[in-house]
């Protein structure tokens, strides 16, 4: 007689930075409503549906993986989240935006509308996430908001990328280039489905200001 | 699905059944019935529909979250999470002025030369009247390291017009102080399981084993020894006795007892056991009677004969280091010498459980679940029959940002054949 297989994991949360500053804020905003899943380190081309020893052994280079530690870093975790669609889902819904690169001059605005294909509504209702990762080249603005409007995965590349970054939510963006002196630059926008997930992005290109000098000027001695 | 199914009449065998006309009332009751299963049918199909193409599901407060649980924990007092420390240094980086007040205990090593060593307690030597030390900035009003320590510790721990500890009824002039660094104790040691173990010392002229040794005044430095006989003293708690342990101004007390916890609690002479201090878990301070430790073995003590002069720096911290650091060495197999320890901590604790349903969470935003830029899944079995594996779990607040986070030790398998349960636990 065998013993039964518990079936019931237990595992440890960690507060991540947002949970600690909402924690300590201590103004009835640290409330967990809400959870979601995610597989962030699985490789699908591990799932190997012709293993010789069959179906069992199709995923078992995925299971018996050993997974890494949670981390701190909201910005870090739960990148690919699992989403829950019709049985007979053939395609994945798609976060889409009409221009992957976008070039602007200082002062020039464009407007982003992100959709969302092959899940008719999909982020109609809370929208997206939009992370524009340097302030130091454009402003960004949800032009058309979106219901309880807040960043879902805010993504930053350091500290000091954390601190120029801007994250809004809504459905429509504005985006506006600011002035820059020394060179052009290139900077990423990320757009993240906040009800289906999946995540598009934006190279957003800055040209430097042209400052126009007089044809005929000689330097004086 | 819930059906609406209340029993309405009880009807005989069909075979002996007459066939009545149907009552308007079970007409009514019957559409009633049916209306009532289509109304169920709809709200779950309708709930079934909100939850397509969500990555978010909302706990029930009720089912799904269980808040507050208060837990103990509790861990090994020293670094590692090791219940005994056997084997002590002291630091050859506190100064000389340091010293003559306290001796700071590290395990692993000297951290003057050991990079590795962690600090574990502090020691220390009071005197009411500031025997034992010797003010070394001159000071004539004899207020010396001893008799600075022995007032910090009265006024820590004491109501604030008692001056002397108390122990079994009689005051004493002498303490040695045992003082556990916080980050070890966390919240406070666990009584019960705190022990001592002191190797007998030899002593010195005036009263030691080795009569001729050294005058007391000179029993400093190299002259402090094990006296060689074996013999040692274990000291716990008394929080095994029902009497054991009251509230005080310093918080939780104990008395410390001649016992042993090794091979489990056991008080050395029960209905009379030999009173060597106090224990304050919640300061993670233990103070033992020094007037008690200076008695030969015999009488209960283990011969610290420690320097009383005046005007003397006695270095009588090292003489509480040297038997303890010696003790593990004289306990026979199975009991453990130095100091046993356990630090204790209240967590409070919210459980999160974490429910995902057959048909929930069986497709992936993971770029290698799909193919191509039009979402395709990378596999065409996964159309009718996705596999995807769950390795974290977060906790997010209503605006979706995320609080908490919690990794599975290894992928779990979902797909619509299977059901998770996963019981997250955070603690504050």
Same mark, same amino acid.
């Given at each position: 007689?065998?013993? @039964?297989?518990?079936?019931?994991?237990?595992?440890?949360?960690?507060?991540?930075?947002?949970?600690?500053?909402?924690?300590?804020?201590?103004?009835?905003?640290?409330?967990?409503?809400?959870?979601?899943?995610?597989?962030?380190?699985?490789?699908?081309?591990?799932?190997?549906?012709?293993? #010789?020893?069959?179906?069992?052994?199709?995923?078992?280079?995925?299971?018996?993986?050993?997974?890494?530690?949670?981390?701190?870093?909201?910005?870090?975790? $739960?990148?690919?989240?699992?989403?829950?669609?019709?049985?007979?889902?053939?395609?994945?819904? =798609?976060?889409?935006?009409?221009?992957?690169?976008?070039?602007?001059?200082?002062?020039?605005?464009?407007?982003?509308?992100?959709?969302?294909?092959? +899940?008719?509504?999909?982020?109609?209702? +809370?929208?997206?996430?939009?992370?524009?990762?340097?302030?130091?080249?454009?402003?960004?603005?949800?032009?058309?908001?979106?219901? *309880?409007?807040?960043?879902?995965? #805010?993504?930053?590349?350091?500290?000091?990328?954390?601190? &120029?970054?801007?994250?809004?939510?809504?459905?429509? +963006?504005?985006?506006?280039?600011?002035?820059?002196?020394?060179?052009?630059?290139?900077?990423?926008?990320?757009?993240?489905?906040?009800?289906?997930?999946?995540?598009?992005?934006?190279?957003?290109?800055?040209?430097? =200001?042209?400052?126009?000098?007089?044809?005929?000027?000689?330097?004086?001695? | 699905?819930?059906?609406? *199914?209340?029993?309405?009449?009880?009807?005989?065998?069909?075979?002996?059944?007459?066939?009545?006309?149907?009552?308007?009332?079970?007409?009514?009751?019957?559409?009633?019935?049916?209306?009532?299963?289509?109304?169920?049918?709809?709200?779950?199909?309708?709930?079934?529909?909100?939850?397509?193409?969500?990555?978010?599901?909302?706990?029930?407060?009720?089912?799904?979250?269980?808040?507050?649980?208060?837990?103990?924990?509790?861990?090994?007092?020293?670094?590692?999470?090791?219940?005994?420390?056997?084997?002590?240094?002291?630091?050859?980086?506190?100064?000389?002025?340091?010293?003559?007040? +306290?001796?700071?205990?590290?395990?692993?090593?000297?951290?003057?030369?050991?990079?590795?060593?962690?600090?574990? @307690?502090?020691?220390?030597?009071?005197?009411?009247?500031?025997?034992?030390?010797?003010? $070394?900035?001159?000071?004539?009003?004899?207020?010396? #390291?001893?008799?600075?320590?022995?007032?910090?510790?009265?006024?820590?721990? @004491?109501?604030?017009?008692?001056?002397?500890?108390?122990?079994?009824?009689?005051?004493?002039?002498?303490?040695?102080?045992?003082?556990?660094?916080?980050?070890?104790?966390?919240?406070?040691?666990?009584?019960?399981?705190?022990? $001592?173990?002191?190797?007998?010392?030899?002593?010195?002229?005036?009263?030691?084993?080795?009569?001729? $040794?050294?005058?007391?005044?000179?029993?400093?430095?190299?002259?402090?020894?094990?006296?060689?006989?074996? &013999?040692?003293?274990?000291?716990?708690?008394?929080?095994?006795?029902?009497?054991?342990?009251?509230?005080?101004?310093?918080?939780? =007390?104990?008395?410390?007892?001649?016992? /042993?916890?090794?091979?489990?609690? /056991?008080?050395?002479?029960?209905? /009379?056991?030999?009173?060597?201090?106090?224990?304050?878990?919640?300061?993670?301070?233990?103070?033992?009677?020094?007037?008690?430790?200076?008695?030969?073995?015999?009488?209960?003590? =283990?011969?610290?004969?420690?320097?009383?002069?005046?005007?003397?720096?006695?270095?009588?911290?090292?003489?509480?280091?040297?038997?303890?650091?010696?003790?593990?060495?004289?306990?026979?197999?199975?009991?453990?010498?130095?100091?046993?320890?356990?630090?204790?901590?209240?967590?409070? /604790?919210?459980?999160?459980?974490?429910?995902?349903?057959?048909?929930?969470?069986?497709?992936?935003?993971?770029?290698?679940?799909?193919?191509?830029? @039009?979402?395709?899944?990378?596999?065409?079995?996964?159309?009718?029959?996705?596999?995807?594996?769950?390795?974290?779990?977060?906790?997010?607040?209503?605006?979706?940002?995320?609080?908490?986070?919690?990794?599975?030790?290894?992928?779990?398998?979902?797909?619509?054949?299977?059901?998770?349960?996963?019981?997250?636990?955070?603690?504050?």
């Amino acid at each position: 007689m065998g013993y @039964l297989n518990n079936s019931t994991i237990t595992v440890d949360a960690i507060l991540t930075k947002k949970g600690r500053e909402l924690l300590a804020r201590g103004r009835d905003e640290f409330k967990i409503t809400q959870f979601a899943l995610a597989d962030d380190e699985v490789d699908y081309d591990l799932y190997n549906p012709e293993h #010789p020893l069959g179906t069992a052994f199709y995923g078992a280079a995925i299971e018996n993986m050993p997974v890494v530690e949670a981390l701190a870093d909201e910005t870090q975790m $739960l990148k690919y989240k699992l989403v829950t669609l019709p049985k007979g889902t053939a395609r994945i819904p =798609v976060v889409r935006v009409a221009q992957s690169t976008i070039e602007l001059n200082a002062n020039e605005s464009t407007i982003i509308t992100p959709s969302t294909v092959n +899940f008719g509504g999909g982020n109609r209702r +809370f929208g997206y996430t939009a992370i524009l990762s340097d302030s130091d080249c454009a402003d960004i603005v949800a032009t058309r908001g979106a219901r *309880n409007s807040a960043a879902s995965v #805010p993504q930053f590349i350091g500290d000091s990328e954390a601190a &120029q970054s801007i994250t809004v939510s809504g459905t429509q +963006f504005e985006i506006t280039a600011k002035e820059l002196l020394n060179a052009d630059k290139q900077i990423t926008i990320l757009f993240i489905g906040n009800e289906t997930g999946g995540r598009a992005s934006v190279t957003l290109t800055v040209k430097k =200001v042209e400052i126009a000098t007089a044809a005929n000027a000689q330097l004086q001695s | 699905m819930a059906i609406y *199914n209340r029993a309405i009449s009880r009807r005989g065998p069909v075979a002996f059944r007459r066939r009545r006309p149907v009552s308007a009332t079970s007409q009514v009751e019957s559409l009633a019935r049916s209306l009532a299963n289509q109304i169920i049918r709809e709200r779950e199909q309708a709930k079934a529909r909100q939850r397509l193409g969500r990555i978010f599901t909302t706990f029930d407060p009720t089912d799904d979250v269980l808040p507050n649980n208060i837990e103990t924990v509790t861990r090994g007092l020293f670094f590692g999470n090791t219940g005994s420390l056997t084997t002590m240094f002291t630091s050859s980086n506190l100064t000389a002025t340091q010293k003559t007040y +306290f001796q700071e205990i590290f395990s692993t090593g000297d951290p003057a030369s050991n990079t590795n060593a962690n600090s574990e @307690l502090s020691m220390a030597y009071g005197h009411f009247n500031g025997s034992g030390s010797k003010d $070394l900035t001159g000071n004539l009003n004899n207020d010396t #390291p001893s008799r600075a320590i022995y007032k910090q510790y009265a006024q820590l721990l @004491l109501a604030p017009n008692d001056k002397k500890f108390t122990i079994n009824g009689t005051d004493t002039n002498e303490i040695y102080v045992l003082n556990f660094n916080r980050a070890r104790i966390r919240e406070k040691l666990d009584p019960g399981n705190f022990e $001592l173990t002191l190797a007998q010392l030899s002593g010195s002229a005036g009263g030691g084993i080795n009569a001729a $040794l050294v005058p007391n005044a000179a029993h400093t430095g190299s002259n402090v020894k094990v006296s060689g006989t074996g &013999q040692f003293i274990q000291i716990i708690d008394d929080s095994s006795l029902a009497s054991g342990g009251s509230i005080a101004e310093g918080g939780l =007390v104990y008395n410390l007892i001649s016992g /042993s916890i090794d091979e489990g609690t /056991s008080i050395h002479n029960s209905s /009379s056991p030999v009173y060597y201090g106090l224990l304050y878990p919640q300061h993670g301070v233990a103070i033992l009677n020094g007037e008690q430790l200076n008695k030969d073995i015999s009488n209960g003590g =283990v011969n610290f004969n420690s320097v009383t002069g005046s005007g003397v720096q006695g270095d009588n911290a090292v003489k509480l280091f040297t038997s303890l650091n010696a003790s593990d060495a004289l306990t026979p197999a199975g009991m453990n010498g130095g100091i046993q320890a356990r630090s204790s901590e209240q967590v409070k /604790s919210t459980y999160y459980f974490v429910r995902v349903k057959n048909a929930e969470y069986n497709y992936s935003n993971n770029p290698s679940f799909v193919t191509g830029s @039009l979402g395709e899944l990378y596999f065409n079995t996964f159309t009718n029959d996705p596999q995807v594996y769950i390795t974290t779990v977060g906790l997010y607040n209503q605006r979706r940002e995320l609080l908490a986070t919690a990794k599975l030790s290894q992928p779990l398998l979902k797909n619509y054949t299977r059901e998770a349960l996963i019981k997250v636990k955070l603690d504050f």
